[in-house]
Structures are given as structure tokens and as C-alpha cells.
């Protein structure tokens, strides 16, 4: 199983480029901004601030995971890519919740759209991207 999991890794690392990942952020960014604006014109400022947060949050986590994957460069052995690529997927998710602590206890958010942003932006963009013929990918 550990020898599946780090020849998963090394061939996503081999295949994804950053600039892809520069592109998915630029995508997750657009998609929360499309919403915020939805949310502002149909609600008010605090759900548009809200969701521009939530989906900013998901945005700058990917960020983080990929930079943290890219960081090494490509001569790091099998073993210490599947280590990065942990570490930084429990970083992520630290980020991701501490960031959303900030917002909810301080900030005092709207629940829903920030949540809805945060999904749209770390889930739905994500798989309409995986949806794309591989070609449609290096265009993004």
C-alpha cells in the first residue's frame, strides 16, 4: 500500500505543473468572486463578505498544499514526496480550520454562504477542472 501511495504521488507531481496550480487558484478565485457578487446583489454586503472569505480560505489553502508539494523540487525521492505530501495535507486542514475559527468567532460571518463558498471554491471547481478532457487542462 505504501509503495501504491508514493507512485501516486510521484505521478501526480510528474503530471501537475505549477502553473497548473496557479490556474486552479485563478479559477477557485473567480468562481468565489462570481458567487460573492451573487450573494451581494441577491442578499446584502455581510453574505457577499462572507463568501468571498469562505472561498478565499479554500483558495489560499490549496495554495499553501501545493507550494509545500513543489517546494523540494523534482529530484526528492519517492518516500520524502508522500511525507511532504501529508504534512502538507494535515497543514491544510489546520489552516483551513483555523482561518474559519478566525472568521466565525471574530468576524461573525454569515453561516451559510461562507460555508457555500468555501465548497464551491475547495470541491465543485476542483471537480469541473478533473471533469475537463486532459487537453482543456494546460489552456486553464
Not at 34 to 61: Q, T
Not at 70 to 99: C, H, T
Request: glycine share 4%; charged share 10%; net charge neutral.
Amino acid at each position: 500500500m505504501n509503495q501504491e501511495a508514493t507512485r501516486v504521488v510521484s505521478e501526480a507531481q510528474t503530471q501537475a505543473q505549477p502553473g497548473d496550480l496557479l490556474n486552479l487558484a485563478l479559477l477557485q478565485l473567480t468562481g468565489t468572486v462570481v458567487f460573492s457578487l451573487v450573494m451581494y446583489f441577491c442578499f446584502d454586503l455581510r453574505e457577499a463578505i462572507s463568501a468571498l472569505l469562505g472561498g478565499s480560505i479554500a483558495m489560499l489553502a490549496s495554495l499553501y498544499s501545493a507550494w509545500q508539494l513543489y517546494r523540494g523540487g523534482q529530484n526528492q525521492q519517492p518516500g520524502e514526496m508522500l511525507v511532504r505530501f501529508y504534512i502538507s495535507v494535515v497543514l491544510k486542514i489546520a489552516f483551513s480550520l483555523a482561518m474559519m475559527a478566525i472568521c466565525i468567532i471574530f468576524m461573525k460571518v454569515s453561516m451559510l454562504p461562507f460555508i457555500i463558498a468555501y465548497l464551491v471554491a475547495a470541491v465543485v471547481i476542483n471537480w469541473l477542472v478533473l471533469l475537463l478532457p486532459e487537453k482543456q487542462h494546460s489552456k486553464l
